[in-house]
């Protein structure tokens, strides 16, 4: 019963914009860190950002730390990830993940179907 649902991906050039959201339903959603991953075909799907539900602390991968920012609205029970001077590389498929403990592909419980972001150069 509980649903993620991404959007805001889409095509845009290199150097330029876009802001994902991920929306979730029937879930105590203030618990629980949530997480943005991405993945493309024969690539492990790689852990991109993260923010704690308790400090709202954030963690970021080494390759999008000064471009992307992560933040939460837990009124609305949304997550944010926003993606500035995008590169060709961050071509991926997105996705949203919440997780009641630690973060990773392996332990958060539950996930998007995701959305795709593709960057041309």
């Known amino acids: 019963q509980v649903q993620l649902v991404e959007s805001g991906g889409g095509s845009v050039q290199a150097g330029g914009s876009l802001r994902l959201s991920c929306t979730v339903s029937?879930?105590?959603?203030?618990?629980?860190?949530l997480a943005w991953f991405r993945q493309t075909p024969g690539k492990e799907r790689e852990l991109v950002a993260t923010i704690n539900w308790r400090d709202e602390t954030t963690e970021y991968a080494d390759s999008v730390k000064g471009r992307f920012t992560i933040s939460r609205d837990n009124a609305k029970n949304t997550v944010f990830l926003e993606m500035n001077a995008l590169k060709p590389e961050d071509t991926a498929d997105y996705y949203c993940a919440a997780c009641s403990n630690r973060v990773g592909v392996a332990e958060c419980d539950y996930w998007g179907q995701g959305t795709q972001v593709t960057v041309s150069s």
């Open positions: 029937k879930l105590t959603f203030k618990y629980y860190n």
